[in-house]
């Protein structure tokens, strides 16, 4: 199913959970990651019980900071 | 990466704005030019620290795409210091496909470097400033 991940349209298995996604796109450290759906923050906790569907758009970036 | 001077001047000018506070952002552009600024609130309001406002992020992310542009590099200033990656700096730096931009305003002098830092190991990136 098509969907749009970080503003590219992309092919993907039917079914894929956010978590799972993450995964398919090399994330190593999901806890560090935001992650909007449709507009909407998706909260960590949920990453694996959201599954993705035709359509949809995700966001996910990373947290940034630092420190001297 | 190569990156207009101005832009290298409104991140010096908004350090300076922001000190003693560490000033931040995005920078943006294509391929390997960055064209673009994108001043963002310091969440921890910190000398020595920042950190970026998810929703911030979000929202300057969509408006560089709107505008056909690519999301390059993040910057802060360190105000007292040195522009290279502190131990913090390299432990908080988990996007490997983002440059790491630092600022430094150490004793008035300006200073900029670019950095990537993947899985905590730093590599200098050129940063070639266009006049």
Known sequence: MRIKINGKEQVIEKGLSVAELLIVNKVEMPDMVSVQLNGEFVRRGKFSQTVLKENDEIDFLYFMGGGK | ?131
């Open chain 2, 1 to 131: 990466m190569r990156i207009k001077g101005e832009i290298v001047n409104k991140i010096f000018a908004q350090g300076e704005q922001e000190a003693p506070l560490e000033a931040c952002g995005y920078l943006a552009g294509e391929k390997d030019r960055i064209t673009n600024h994108f001043p963002l609130r310091n969440v921890d309001q910190s000398s020595e620290h920042f950190s970026l406002d998810p929703q911030e992020q979000f929202s300057v992310i969509r408006r560089a795409r709107s505008e056909g542009l690519a999301i390059l590099a993040v910057y802060h200033t360190h105000p007292a210091s040195l522009p290279r990656p502190s131990a913090e700096d390299i432990k908080l730096a988990y996007d490997p496909n983002i440059i790491y931009v630092i600022a430094s305003l150490l004793n008035g002098h300006q200073q900029i470097k670019a950095f990537w830092i993947i899985k905590g190991q730093v590599t200098a990136e050129e940063l070639i400033i266009e006049e």
